[in-house]
């Protein structure tokens, strides 16, 4: 099983609504991540988890908290979020933490924020 | 400041060439370069990684090359098909960030039949 799976594929939230995406790997990986995209845009880093802790919160705005339950699941609690921050979000995972190994990505979660 | 370009207009080429995109970077000094395909509205998809001790490395009808000099890299499809249609990702690997991937902003294909 080499795939990351993320739910849902979809998401419409109004402002003052509490929602959370989920993300799951069943390769071993100690290594998860979360990334934003906008269109026409590259990836951006947000949250990295290596070994369940969080190793690197990319200065993103406390109405998203990620969350790592165990070594398979990745979750990002949104609440409070603001139009601008519709995008795709990308989980990943990677045998170890860092670019020396390839990063899995999962399909993405899209979000509008309305 | 640090810049990774990747052409933002898309290259367009007949099926059977070779399609050539190129990745510069600017204030960097990475340890690896990563390849990824992207499809619209899906993730990203790992193709190659190329380490800065190596000049090229190639898997089926794929080829990057890796100049520190010039600070480039480029990446070939040979005999393209219309399927490689997609948008193409360099990612820069630095020490000093962690060994995160940093990503360009990818370069769409276009092949046509």
């Known amino acids: 099983d080499t795939e990351v799976t993320q739910t849902p594929k979809h998401l419409v939230m109004g402002m003052t609504n509490k929602k959370s995406l989920k993300c799951e790997q069943h390769?071993?990986?100690?290594?998860m991540y979360w990334y934003k995209q906008k269109a026409k845009k590259p990836p951006e880093l947000m949250f990295v988890?290596?070994?369940?802790?969080?190793?690197i919160n990319e200065s993103v705005p406390s109405r998203f908290s990620p969350e790592c339950p165990n070594s398979s699941l990745l979750n990002l609690h949104l609440h409070a979020l603001q139009p601008e921050d519709s995008a795709l979000y990308l989980c990943?995972?990677?045998?170890?933490?860092?670019?020396?190994?390839?990063?899995?990505f999962g399909q993405g979660t899209r979000l509008t924020v309305v | 400041s640090q810049k990774i370009e990747q052409n933002s207009e898309a290259l367009n080429i007949q099926e059977g060439k070779t399609a050539t995109l190129t990745c510069n970077y600017t204030?960097?000094?990475?340890?690896?370069l990563q390849w990824y395909r992207q499809d619209p509205g899906r993730g990203p998809v790992f193709l190659l990684l190329?380490?800065?001790?190596?000049k090229e490395k190639r898997k089926e009808r794929l080829k990057v090359t890796f100049d520190t000099t010039l600070k480039q890299s480029l990446f070939h499809i040979t005999a393209s098909q219309p399927a490689d249609s997609a948008t193409y990702l360099c990612?820069?690997?630095?020490?000093?960030?962690?060994?995160?991937?940093?990503f360009g902003r990818g370069t769409s294909l276009i092949v046509h039949p």
């Open positions: 190329i380490r800065e001790n190596e």
């Open positions: 204030n960097y000094s990475p340890a690896y």
């Open positions: 988890y290596s070994y369940e802790k969080l190793s």
């Open positions: 990612a820069l690997v630095t020490p000093g960030g962690s060994y995160i991937p940093t």
């Open positions: 390769m071993g990986h100690r290594a």
């Open positions: 990943a995972s990677s045998q170890g933490m860092g670019g020396t190994t390839e990063a899995f």
